[in-house]
């Protein structure tokens, strides 16, 4: 059975919640306003799971790319966040277009790292990445934030929770789960 079906099971897995058990009351935005690493995971995409056959990197048109209420997500998130009033001080995606126009819609800019890029169904080096980001993490200021936008599979293997579209997970120097939720506006 995979940690997912685990965590379903037991009751501790919510979709979208901005609960993962007792330790994740504090809200996001004010987690966020102390600094870390706001993992988000790429916002909605067209059907389907992976990418199809024969994909290329930098070719949006072999790619799984948002769909109409993504690229809203999306800006939503932008809109989260200065909402809050959060100063990022990078923003890092993945290499998939999807990724690329969830950091682009939502903060107008952003730098690859391949790092981020997924590793679902054996593509790219899973354990080595993780490594990456475990060392970026530690070395991260205190109090400074950075945005990473990412895949499940790279959200999933470094802090053993499943992310829905377009949901942010807080992490701290050691890739703890700080604060997890979805980034939408108030009204």
Not at 23 to 46: D, F, K, M, N
Request: with cysteine.
């Amino acid at each position: 059975m995979d940690r997912r079906a685990l965590l379903i099971g037991s009751g501790l897995w919510t979709l979208g919640s901005s609960v993962f058990g007792a330790p994740y009351a504090a809200s996001l935005s004010a987690q966020a306003s102390q600094g870390g690493v706001l993992l988000i995971r790429h916002a909605s995409t067209e059907a389907g799971l992976g990418d199809p056959p024969g994909f290329t990197l930098g070719q949006c048109s072999t790619q799984r790319k948002l769909s109409q209420a993504g690229r809203d997500e999306a800006l939503a998130i932008g809109a989260w966040f200065r909402q809050h009033r959060l100063a990022v001080q990078s923003v890092l995606s993945s290499q998939w277009c999807r990724c690329q126009d969830t950091a682009r819609l939502a903060f107008g800019h952003y730098q690859d790292w391949p790092a981020l890029n997924s590793t679902f169904r054996g593509q790219g080096q899973h354990e080595q990445q993780l490594q990456l980001l475990r060392e970026r993490l530690r070395q991260l200021p205190a109090g400074q934030l950075e945005v990473w936008v990412t895949h499940q599979v790279i959200m999933t293997g470094l802090t053993g929770a499943y992310p829905a579209m377009g949901e942010g997970f807080l992490v701290d120097a050691n890739g703890s789960l700080r604060a997890q939720g979805m980034m939408r506006p108030k009204a």
